[in-house]
T-cell receptor, first 112, second 114 residues
Framework: NAGVTQTPKFQVLKTGQSMTLQCAQD?????MSWYRQDPGMGLRLIHY???????DQGEVPNGYNVSRSTTEDFPLRLLSAAPSQTSVYFC???????????FGSGTRLTVV | AQTVTQSQPEMSVQEAETVTLSCTYD???????LFWYKQPPSRQMILVIR??????QNATENRFSVNFQKAAKSFSLKISDSQLGDAAMYFC???????????FGAGTRLTVKP
């Protein structure tokens, strides 16, 4: 039972580079979300999806793109990395019914 | 948009004692869900307890219990018989029933003293 799998666990990027953070879940959850965690600010919602083909913006969507072509996968794309995007990123998934989200183990991203 | 406030950036408790972590939230919705998550140094997010807004009874999970005051929009977490393994960041979270996104507070860092 893999749950939510995020890759990579660590990444260093140069300013202006692009990259994709991968997220996959094997629990057939409809809902998936991306969060970033910064000291003193908790987890802030970047983008979320309520099903394949449906995505929406969260609190801090600028500089990030998402797509949801399958139920299992929800990649997060950084278009042109900036130092302000240095953070820990979490992917999470949930079924319907108000249950808590299951989180991946996180990606620590540093932009230099 | 809903907001979640945790007014205690840091708390400490003596092992075997009881500690209460505070959380307030702002919403105009009547039906929603509230959660407490634990994040140990491993960085993994662990669900501690869940409360449904339309249930008046406070949720309990072993040594963890909540005090849910819907009118006051307050959702505190009580940890009884604190253990060294309880040391972690604790996040309060609100999940809307209508759009299903989840919003978090800034967190409270709990230290447990032996």
């Amino acid at each position: 039972n893999a749950g939510v799998t995020q890759t990579p666990k660590f990444q260093v990027l140069k300013t202006g580079q692009s990259m994709t953070l991968q997220c996959a879940q094997d629990m057939n959850h409809e809902y998936m979300s991306w969060y970033r965690q910064d000291p003193g600010m908790g987890l802030r919602l970047i983008h979320y999806s309520v099903g394949a083909g449906i995505t929406d913006q969260g609190e801090v969507p600028n500089g990030y793109n998402v797509s949801r072509s399958t139920t299992e996968d929800f990649p997060l794309r950084l278009l042109s990395a900036a130092p302000s995007q240095t953070s820990v990123y979490f992917c999470a998934s949930s079924s319907r019914g108000g249950y808590g989200y299951t989180f991946g183990s996180g990606t620590r991203l540093t932009v230099v | 948009a809903q907001t979640v406030t945790q007014s205690q950036p840091e708390m400490s408790v003596q092992e075997a004692e009881t500690v209460t972590l505070s959380c307030t939230y702002d919403t105009s919705e009547s039906d929603y869900y509230l959660f407490w998550y634990k994040q140990p140094p491993s960085r993994q997010m662990i669900l501690v307890i869940r409360q449904e807004a339309y249930k008046q009874q406070n949720a309990t999970e072993n040594r963890f219990s909540v005090n849910f005051q819907k009118a006051a929009k307050s959702f505190s977490l009580k940890i009884s018989d604190s253990q060294l393994g309880d040391a972690a960041m604790y996040f309060c979270a609100y999940r809307s029933r209508y759009n299903n996104d989840m919003r978090f507070g800034a967190g409270t860092r709990l230290t447990v003293k032996p």
